[in-house]
């Protein structure tokens, strides 16, 4: 199994930064695909960010250019650095992980929210 926590969430000014991270409990350098989702009150959750054990990423186009994906193996951890933040970020955020070994896990999620 793989245990995912996130942290970094929190309250922040439209235009301001943050950034999130995820531990994990097994190497992430063994995980296939890593990434982040988001999910905001009333809506599906949406894909934010993906990066794989070739470190290729993949951003929503709602993202593109402000958020930047990133692996740390030595750290055993997933980050997420959001900048230009605009209300319409406001959601939980989940990190997630695929491997085919292991299957696909999640984490419990972190609150940003977006708010003068």
């Known amino acids: 199994q793989v245990q995912l926590v996130e942290s970094g969430g929190g309250l922040v000014q439209p235009g301001g930064s943050l950034r999130l991270s995820c531990g994990s409990s097994?190497?992430?350098?063994?995980?296939?695909?890593m990434g982040w989702y988001r999910q905001a009150p009333g809506k599906e959750r949406e894909l934010v960010a993906t990066i794989t054990s070739s470190r290729i990423t993949n951003y929503a186009d709602s993202v593109q250019g402000r958020f930047t994906i990133s692996r740390d193996s030595a750290e055993n951890t997933l980050h997420l650095q959001m900048n230009s933040l605009k209300p319409e970020d406001t959601a939980v955020y989940y990190c997630?992980?695929?491997?085919?070994?292991?299957?696909?896990?999640w984490g419990q999620g972190t609150q940003v929210t977006v708010s003068p």
């Open positions: 997630y992980t695929y491997s085919s070994a292991l299957g696909t896990y």
């Open positions: 097994r190497r992430v350098f063994s995980m296939d695909i």
